[in-house]
Each structure stands twice: as C-alpha cells, then as structure tokens.
C-alpha cells in the first residue's frame, strides 16, 4: 500500500466508515501494525484512547519487600552522569523523566500532565518546538513542589559542560523556556520530528533544582545529593552503597492514587548473570533479574522449576555481519581500509549476494539464541512502524554456488574458488562470546560448501569493543574482510540509529575510527534519505524513509542481518513487572505489583 | 631490634614506589577507558566521550598522570572513582568490613582445620587417620574455589534449598535472626574458602611437626615421662610452627585484599568484587589504590613474619 491509499484509509477513519480497530488490523496485515496506525491516526487528530493499566492493588503500600537483582550494580545515583544502564536504573528508582516508552515505542506521561501533539498545540507546526504541560502537585521526596524551574534547571545543568554530564547531547543544541510554573517550551535549532529526547526516558530524569544549584559545572561532583538521591520517583532514598546495594522505602506522597505497592525495594548489585537467573526462578530469593543474557536452554530449564520465568521484549538491537567495502590488507596513507581503496574480492556483488545466502540465520536462531535472538531480514527491525516489509532472506548453498559459478569463481583443487588468481578467502572476526563462536562456525561450515574460505578470528571484547586507537583489533577499524556483533538501538525513534550508513561518518584514521559508519559503504541515495528523515514531520513519508534505508543497505549487502535481540529479564510468577525494550527496566517501577 | 625494623621499613620504601610505577604503567597500557560503555551507544555523542577524558585528565601522557597521582597519594588524597565519581579511600572503607568478616572468619576456620588434623595425622603417620586426613586435604586444595563454591550452591541452595546464595550486608532484621540470617549467609563463602585454605595448611602443619617428631629432643621429653600431650603440645608443635607462621602471615593480606571469585559467585561485596569490578570498568584510582594497599600489607606482613620468627625461636637474632 502506497502513501496515497494510506491516506484514503485513514481519510475513511475520520469520516467513521472504518473503526479504528479495523483500520489498526489492515495495517497489521500490511507489516506496519498497531503502533504505526496508532501514530498515523494520531497525526490526523484522530484520537488514542488512553492504554488501561493493568495495575490492579487498590492501595498504596502493604506489598513488603521487593527485591531484585542486577548483576552489574548501579555504580553511582545521579542520571546525568550515568554511563550505563545499571547507573540509570539506580537513578530510575528515585528520579522521573517527563514521559517514557512504553513496550510499543509509545511515549507514556509520567511527570508530564500529558504528551505535546498536534491536536493540543503540544507541537509546533514547524516542528521546531514542543511545549510540555508538567503534571501539578508534585512533590519532591523533601516535601519541596516540583515545578517548571527544575525542569529548566536540568536542562542548565546537563547542557553546561563543566558539569561533565553524560546526558549533555540531548540538552547542549536546544534550548528550554519556562512559559509559567507547570509549563515549559523545549526550542530546537531547526524542525524536529523526533522531539522526545530531552527530558524523556533514560536521560530525562529530573533533578531538583534546589539541592542541585550550587553544585552545577565544575563542582557537580560535590553534591551530597548524588548519592542520597532526592526525586520524585515511587521509593524515598534510604542507603546506597556503590557496585552492591541501593535500598529504598515507600513514598506515600507519590503523585498517583494506589502506588506504589511495596513497601520497599532492594536493588542488589554483582556476581554473574545465570545465577541471576537462578536466584529467580530456581530458589525464588529474588523477584526480578536484570538483563539475563543466559542460552535460552538454561532459561527453559530453570521456567520448568515454576517460580518463575524469562520476560522477553522486543527492542531495537541486532546481531549483524558486516562486510567491508575497503581493502583492509593495503595501507593508504598510513591507513588500512580506507575509503580509498575497494575490497578486491567483496567489491563483487555476486561474492556479497553468495555471502548472504550462506547465513543460515534460523540455525542460528533454532541452535543458538533461541528465543533471546530472532531471524530477521532486516537491520531496522523495531519499533515495527519502521520495519520493512520488502526484503527477504533464504538459506540455500546450491544457490550460492550457482551464483559463484556465474560470476566466474572456479573451484580449485583445494575445493577453494578462485578467479583471475584471487582465492575467495575471507577473515572472518569477531568479539569472544560463546554464541558469537558458535554462529561463526555454522556460516564457516555453510561456507566450505560453497567453495569460500573463512578464517575465523575471535577478539577478546574488551579490546574489541575499545576505542583504543592504538589497537588494530577494534571493530571501528575493522581491519579485516567480516565482522559480527550486537549494534543497540536505546530509543525507538532511529534516526540516531540509522545514521551508521552516512558517507559522511565514514570511520578512518581522521576521525580517529570513531565515525559509525564502518563499514564503509556509501549511497548517495541513502545519505537523501536520512537527511529527508531529519525534518521530515510527516510520520507516514518519515517511516517510509527509514524502511528505504534499510532496503539500501540490504540490497546493497552492506550488512547481513542474523538475529534481532530482545532484551531478556528474569521475573518472579508473582510478580507484575511491566517491561519495555525501549526505556529503562525501571520505566514502570510504580506500576509494579504481586500478587497476594 | 629497633634498627633492623628502621632498615627493613626504609628498604621497603623503594620497592613500594618500584611497585606503583610498575602497576600504573600496566594499567596505563591496558586497552580501554572507563567510558567504553558510552562509545556503544549511539546516542552519546563522542565529543561527550573526548569531553570527560579531557576532564578526568586521562589523556595526559603517563608520566604526568603517574606524577600527579603520586603527589596526590603523598596528601593523602586518593583520587576518586571514575565509575561511581566518589572517593576511593570512601569506597574501600565501605567494603572493607565484610571482607575482614568473611574472609577473617575462613582463615580462622582454615587454621581450626589444619592444626589440630595436621598435627594429630603427624603423630600418627600412615595410619588410617593420616591417610584419610591426607586424601581429603590433596581433594580440598585440587578443587578451586569457584568450582566448589558453584557446587555448594547447587547442593545447598537450590537442591536442598537450605542456605541464601546471595550474600545481603543490608539484613532487616535484629537481635538473634540478625546473628543467624548474617550465619546462614555467611556460612557457603566462609566454608569455601575455608575448606581450600585448611586443606593446604594441613600439608604444611602435618610435614612440619613430621620433621620435628623425629628428633632427639622429643624422644629425650618422652623419655622424662612427659604426658604425650605435652610432649606435643610444648616441645613439638612450637618449633614445627615456624615455617606454618610464615605461611600464615603471608596469608593476612588477602585478608584485606579479599578473594576474587569467591566475592564474585557469592556476591559478597568485599574488597575482591570492588577490584574485579574496578578492573572490569578500568577505574583507574581504584585498581590503583586497592592494588596499591595490598602491596603495602605483603610487605609489611612478611616483616611481621620475620619478627615472629625472633619470637617463636629465640636462636634467630637480628642484625
């Protein structure tokens, strides 16, 4: 279905001939379901009938203790310093962000009285604004009333650079105006479609403004507050203690009627994520455990116990084969894979399509991740608004041959292929990860069939995944022919995402491998995509263009697709954790409950 | 006395500085930055990540940056965490009574073990005792720690389901249930470590008193009519103790230092977790500090094993 007949249908939403159910159902026929509609519908003031929760307690409190496990420990409590998701959920617990993301890539109010859109004047028509109505008789754990000011106040604070914030890039380019105590006007420089970064989700927690004034730029780190957290959220800080321990007590002036339900949490910190696992679901110690990254085997087993099982939800990360463009064996002025060069074997397209042909991602999903990782075709899997309905995968080694043989590689007599004297021989690196080794042997073994040679090459992830510029083992430089790993997509607009194809992020000695393109390849037809996406405020042309994306780099066999990986938590029988693979765990902490 | 003491403390001087410059420059070549998990994330930009770099002072040349942490470690001033921005001295005082707890009360355990079975097993040698006292400490110390501290766990906890296998400083409880849930807990990493330890001092208690039974002084004691207890008690165990002495003292600083991976499997949040913790996210002034103490107390230690000596056998002088 084309933009056109897009139009008509929701044109026929309006006039009430189609029910916004059946309007919804067609478009999930159609690959782009619920939450696209939902946003399409929205976008043509048609209204969304606000999502029930299915939070079902009747009063706040009586719930005892809630304990839960994270196998890295929240490190330090302030958000704007967070530099990793554990410290964010630490933070989550006691501190709120205007809205959050809910499981579908829908923002969700939680200190904002009501999500900006166009039909309350939330959005500027030039998209160069968003006005935020704050929710009124909030009040900080000390008893003080959040107000606009604090939300001005976080936007000073992370924006000023002296603080060393890490938050700084989605409050340094825009600029934030109190309209009166309970509103405020969040400026872009230019028009914004994707306006809900600053003050939403991870790094939009807010911070009072009156504990942190006097600490804000170079003094940040002094503030008492960064370690006895004053928020808003439903727990009241009451002991911290780094990489272990964060504990906390019912807030019974939180801002919404029934919650939260416990009377305390526990959030413990270290040891490993399958005994994580274990304390859930094998001995019930704990009701809740973050990020089990555990084989799908070992989950199944442990679900049999009963006590409890693996939550999956879908977010936007995927395990991914690159295939270089450059010829990372010549130097270039005192550089390997540079964009100067071609790679003399991958720059056939016929070695790239066999390649791609020789995957057998439902092995690798069936044999190895299970459900923890998901055969997909496409790099732009989630939220499924964007996901494109065009490309397609097949595992067939007879193809793949076929292929070859056409394009003129020959079988030698080492069964290795080879045309005008080049082997198709391929280094094939990734980081050390037991599934990673694994996958690598399935697509060598698939390979060996077709004729192509691949040395497989395992680096350890620390240096794998360093910055070291020092180092010619990095990913960023990626200084050999294919390489896998799991790239993360943390919010469910992607334009951030997809900007790993830009010509214009090309990763090279300038600028110090840091640019994310690394494969290297270039379109100039991808590169007007995103750039169209950046302003375009039309969701339904916007959505198309990212799925553009995605088929040009597909096509182009840029990148290879494996698997798309939810993110897993382990979690009681009992207990009601509503999750999101697009926020923190925490997102919903108030909501959480168990039954009696 | 006094001087041999004044001399060792001097001498140790150059050697701690010797061992700071070697950590330092380890931890300066090792790859990555205590911002690795932000250059992952696409959202961050990598100016931000230049940004913090520039500010924390790690893009400084070693030397300088070795220069300023001495000069700062001289005031006093250990540095703080980059992972958790708090003072490190602050992070380890936190940490360190659990680990003086468990692992205090594992040696403890170790020596209840290894002394009296060491001991018994060497009057007796090659008797049934001895060779089941033997086969069971070659066992104890064949099994590493992580594996039987696995094995507890899933003998105790979730087969029999009988002890917690996450260890919890925060306990809300008082009174006696606070003593028995800090026991409960406390029992699996304390037997653990407790168990490989004892098993190895047991070798080392056994040969040592084996060396001094034979002697003629002990059949002179028997001899005399001396009740066999004290016989072993007074005139064989002190000199067998020397050599156990040593091990022992060696042994005090891990102590401090905690154990590694049994603080990692058990999740005791002792010295050992901070360090893996801190190495994991390339703290800096953390590894720094804890390494650096650690060093201290070994050699510090070793002088209060040689000092022992003086005590236990008053024919070794000092000069």
């Known amino acids: 279905m084309d933009e056109k007949g897009l139009r008509q249908l929701i044109g026929e939403v309006k006039r009430g001939r189609v029910t916004r159910r059946q309007f919804i159902q067609r478009m999930v026929g159609l690959g782009l379901t619920a939450p696209l509609a939902a946003q399409m519908l929205a976008y043509s003031g048609i209204a969304q009938a606000q999502a029930k929760s299915a939070y079902k307690p009747t009063k706040r409190g009586g719930g005892g203790a809630l304990k839960v496990l994270w196998w890295q420990g929240a490190t330090l409590l302030n958000p704007h310093f967070a530099v990793g998701t554990k410290d964010q959920e630490g933070s989550r617990i006691f501190y709120e962000p205007l809205a959050a993301w809910d499981p579908d890539g829908e923002l969700v109010p939680i200190l904002a009285a009501e999500i900006p859109s166009t039909q309350n004047g939330g959005l500027a028509a030039d998209g160069k604004s968003v006005t935020w109505k704050l929710k009124k008789g909030v009040r900080w754990h000390d008893g003080k009333p959040f107000t606009a000011d604090d939300v001005v106040f976080n936007w000073e604070y992370a924006s000023d650079p002296a603080s060393a914030t890490v938050t700084i890039g989605s409050y340094k380019d825009v600029r934030v105006e109190k309209l009166d105590s309970h509103t405020v006007r969040v400026h872009f420089p230019k028009a914004a479609p994707f306006w809900a970064d600053a003050f939403v989700s991870t790094r939009g927690m807010i911070i009072p403004k009156h504990l942190f004034e006097a600490y804000k730029g170079a003094k940040s780190r002094e503030a008492p507050t960064n370690l006895k957290p004053v928020g808003t959220g439903p727990y009241k800080f009451v002991d911290f203690r780094p990489g272990d321990m964060v504990r906390g007590q019912i807030n019974n002036d939180y801002h919404e009627a029934n919650r939260p339900y416990f009377d305390s949490i526990e959030m413990k910190g270290g040891g490993d994520a399958v005994s994580a696992a274990r304390a859930v679901m094998q001995t019930g110690e704990f009701d809740y455990a973050w990020n089990v990254q555990v084989e799908d085997e070992i989950l199944l087993r442990m679900e049999k116990e009963g006590k409890g099982h693996a939550d999956i939800v879908a977010g936007g990360n995927i395990e991914f084969i690159q295939l270089n463009t450059t010829d990372p064996w010549t130097e270039v002025e005192g550089e390997r894979a540079s964009i100067k060069t071609r790679h003399p074997l991958l720059a056939d397209a016929a070695v790239r399509d066999a390649l791609n042909l020789l995957v057998d991602r439902q092995a690798v999903q069936d044999h190895i991740y299970g459900r923890t990782g998901v055969a997909t075709r496409n790099f732009l899997n989630n939220p499924q608004r964007f996901r494109s309905k065009n490309t397609k995968w097949e595992f067939s080694v007879d193809k793949a041959n076929q292929l070859l043989e056409t394009a003129g590689w020959k079988r030698g007599s080492d069964g290795i292929r080879a045309k005008d004297g080049k082997k198709l021989k391929f280094v094939f690196q990734t980081s050390i990860n037991a599934p990673r080794q694994k996958t690598q042997q399935i697509i060598k073994q698939a390979c060996q069939k077709a004729g192509i040679d691949l040395e497989l090459k395992a680096v350890t992830a620390s240096v794998f995944f360093s910055s070291d510029v020092a180092n010619t083992d990095t990913y960023t430089k990626f200084y050999c022919d294919i390489q896998m790993y799991t790239t993360t997509m943390t919010q469910p607009d992607p334009q951030v995402f997809m900007d790993q194809y830009l010509t214009s992020l090309v990763s090279s000695k300038e600028n110090k491998w840091q640019g994310r393109n690394i494969t290297r390849w270039r379109s100039e037809d991808y590169d007007k995509a995103w750039y169209a996406a950046e302003n375009e405020l039309d969701p339904v042309k916007r959505a198309a263009l990212f799925m553009r994306m995605n088929d040009l780099a597909i096509e182009a066999r840029a990148v290879i697709p494996v698997v798309f990986r939810p993110r897993v938590g382990a979690v009681s029988n009992k207990l009601h954790a509503p999750t999101s693979g697009w926020d923190n765990d925490f997102w919903l902490l108030k909501d959480w409950y168990r039954d009696a | ?319």
Not at chain 2, 32 to 38: I, K, Q, R, T
Not at chain 2, 120 to 146: E, H, V
Not at chain 2, 216 to 232: C, F, H, P, Q
């Open chain 2, 1 to 319: 006395m006094g001087r041999y003491v004044l001399r060792r403390l001097l001498i140790a001087i150059p050697s701690l500085i010797g061992i700071s410059i070697v950590l330092f420059t380890v931890l300066a070549l090792a790859p990555g930055d205590p911002f690795e998990e932000l250059a992952t994330n696409p959202n961050v930009p990598a100016e931000v990540r230049a940004n913090l770099r520039a500010q924390f002072g790690l893009d400084d040349p070693v030397t300088v940056r070795y220069v300023r942490w001495f000069g700062s470690m001289m005031n006093g001033d250990w540095g703080f965490s980059f992972a958790s921005r708090i003072d490190v001295d602050q992070l380890i005082l936190q940490r360190l009574p659990v680990t003086l707890f468990v692992i205090g009360s594992s040696q403890i355990l170790a020596l209840l073990i290894a002394l009296p079975i060491g001991v018994y097993a060497a009057t007796r040698p090659y008797s049934l005792f001895d060779q089941i006292a033997n086969t069971f400490a070659f066992i104890g110390f064949s099994l590493p720690t992580f594996f039987t501290g696995i094995l507890f766990i899933l003998v105790f906890s979730i087969q029999l389901d009988w002890l917690p296998f996450v260890y919890r400083t925060d306990i809300a409880a008082t009174g006696w249930r606070w003593w028995w849930e800090h026991g409960k807990q406390a029992l699996m990493p304390v037997a653990v470590l407790g168990l490989f330890q004892g098993a190895s001092w047991t070798r080392y208690v056994r040969s040592a008193v084996l060396d001094v039974i034979r002697l003629d002084y002990v059949t002179t004691a028997r001899s005399k009519g001396l009740r066999e207890i004290a016989v072993v008690v007074k005139h064989v165990v002190r000199n067998a103790l020397i050599p156990v002495v040593t091990l022992v003292a060696l042994q005090m600083p891990a102590i401090f230092g905690g154990a590694i991976v049994t603080e990692q499997i058990f999740r005791v949040p002792g010295i050992g977790s901070l360090l893996i913790s801190a190495i994991l996210a390339n703290d800096t002034p953390v590894i720094m500090a804890v390494t650096f103490v650690f060093s201290c107390l070994v050699i510090l230690f070793n002088l209060l094993a040689d000092l022992l000596y003086g005590w236990l056998d008053p024919r070794i002088s000092y000069h």
